[in-house]
């Protein structure tokens, strides 16, 4: 039997999520299950629960992303929340940050295939594409590192006033209580936890808000973030 012959019956509250990307969303699933597992992006196990666990849960983070913002999904791998977060939201701009090349590839092939415009797959490190990227309105980022590290990659690509929003799992609470200083340093000013998918996927999918103030990365970030933006002016003179 082939991987995608153990993908499950798609979900009712599939069509209502995805709406006239339901057929798109469904093409995403099937080459999770089929190129995903063969590429090693996801593994064989989670076939069986990749609309519940996968695509449902990051795509009510569309619940909490603000309309017609800019997007960065830090660490994108299959692209998960960024893809499902696309299918469900084209007002977004979104792009996938991910470092690995044959990541890279998939998720390439699955804009392309699916047509979304409006996503752009760009391969590095967070902390590589500071200054070189334009800072966004909102970093998303699932299953990437605990959270005080995750912050130190997602938080410096934000502009003033913008938020992170990390889905997470039953330890969000912990996670968020262990990186209260590491956040404060990085220039946050609110953190909260946020419970979204009601009536859709069960439990509700966990997300942790950092909103940062008018210095994304604090002081740290500071000097960083000018020297880039200095070289990149120089760059385009140059060219």
């Not at 299950?33 to 090693?40: F, L, Y």
């Not at 009510?60 to 660490?75: A, F, I, N, Q």
């Not at 409006?118 to 966004?136: D, F, I, N, S, Y």
Request: neutral net charge.
């Amino acid at each position: 039997m082939s991987e995608a012959a153990e993908l499950p019956p798609v979900p009712e509250q599939a069509r209502d999520v995805f709406g006239d990307r339901y057929a798109d969303a469904v093409r995403y699933a099937e080459l999770l299950a089929e190129a995903g597992v063969k590429r090693g992006l996801i593994g064989p196990r989670e076939v069986p629960r990749l609309w519940e666990r996968h695509l449902l849960n990051c795509a009510v983070l569309s619940e909490v992303v603000p309309e017609g913002v800019t997007v960065c999904d830090v660490g994108s791998g299959a692209g998960l929340p960024g893809i499902p977060l696309a299918l469900v939201r084209e007002d977004l701009k979104i792009t996938l940050l991910e470092p690995l090349l044959r990541r890279t590839n998939f998720l390439s092939e699955v804009v392309e295939l699916l047509g979304l415009d409006h996503v752009t797959v760009v391969r590095g490190r967070a902390e590589e594409v500071m200054g070189k990227l334009p800072p966004v309105h909102v970093v998303t980022a699932r299953a990437v590192a605990p959270l005080d590290r995750l912050a130190t990659w997602g938080i410096p690509l934000l502009r003033p006033y913008g938020e992170m929003l990390a889905l997470k799992g039953d330890a969000a609470e912990e996670e968020l209580k262990a990186a209260t200083a590491a956040l404060s340093k990085l220039g946050a000013e609110e953190t909260s936890i946020l419970h979204v998918g009601e009536g859709v996927v069960d439990p509700m999918s966990t997300v942790v808000r950092v909103e940062v103030g008018e210095s994304p990365g604090g002081v740290r970030f500071a000097a960083k973030r000018a020297k880039a933006a200095r070289t990149g002016r120089t760059r385009r003179r140059r060219g």
